[in-house]
């Protein structure tokens, strides 16, 4: 079956900008989950949905919000781009959404911020 | 913060060799499990270990926990080359929907 898809792999935005990433779970998943991942913090989580409804969030100012529609496929938007907001963002897929399984992770967005 | 650390950061070791990692947390857990990441890709989910298990298999994976002293090993025996990658431990602070992760050990099998 497919796997996590993330879109678009690669972005180059300018400071000040806005974006939307988006993430397609595997067939069936209800919950997605999104990270950030930089050199100096590492992974840290940013907040995870499930069927539509944010259940928990991370330490991330309100830039950071993010939306999962009726078919399970997730986005989340970063406003007001600052230059430490470049990092690889990942989404992790699963059944229930609960961490007493694995999680499916995509291949990540690489956001740079210029 | 709540995050796990790895050790060592980085390993190097040369093909057929065994390469052992750990991890330590902070808080107690439901389950801890490891990821790999190859350089800039995303995560691939390696292993389970539940807070009541000791230790666990998976071919050539071996990982063990201890509550006692919050702390996790991950065993790879016979190394290859196709192993180099990072290596994350996750853990879930009682949530039970959010993991915090390590920072990671950086391993690199030589041919």
């Known amino acids: 079956k497919a796997g996590v898809t993330q879109t678009p792999r690669y972005l180059i935005k300018t400071r000040g900008q806005q974006v939307t990433l988006s993430c397609s779970p595997i067939s069936g998943h209800r919950s997605v989950s999104w990270y950030q991942q930089t050199p100096g913090q590492g992974l840290q989580f940013l907040f995870e949905y499930f069927s539509e409804t944010q259940r928990n969030k991370g330490n991330f100012p309100g830039r950071f919000s993010g939306r999962q529609f009726s078919n399970s496929r997730s986005e989340m938007n970063v406003s007001t781009l600052e230059l430490g907001d470049s990092a690889l963002y990942l989404c992790?897929?699963?059944?229930?959404?609960?961490?007493?399984?694995?999680?499916?992770f995509g291949s990540g967005t690489r956001l740079t911020v210029v | 913060s709540q995050q796990g650390e790895e050790d060592p950061q980085a390993l190097s070791i040369q093909e057929g060799e065994n390469a052992t990692m750990n991890c330590s947390y902070k808080?107690?857990?439901?389950?801890l499990q490891w990821y790999r990441q190859n350089s800039g890709r995303g995560l691939v989910h390696l292993i389970l270990i539940r807070s009541n298990e000791r230790e666990k298999h998976s071919g050539r994976l071996r990982v063990t926990l201890d509550t006692s002293k919050k702390s996790s090993s991950l065993l790879i025996t016979a190394s290859r080359a196709a192993d180099t990658a990072s290596y994350f431990c996750a853990t879930d602070p009682n949530t039970g929907n959010q993991f915090y992760f390590g920072t990671g050990t950086s391993l690199t099998v030589i041919p």
């Open positions: 992790a897929s699963s059944l229930q959404g609960y961490t007493n399984y694995g999680y499916t």
């Open positions: 808080t107690s857990i439901n389950n």
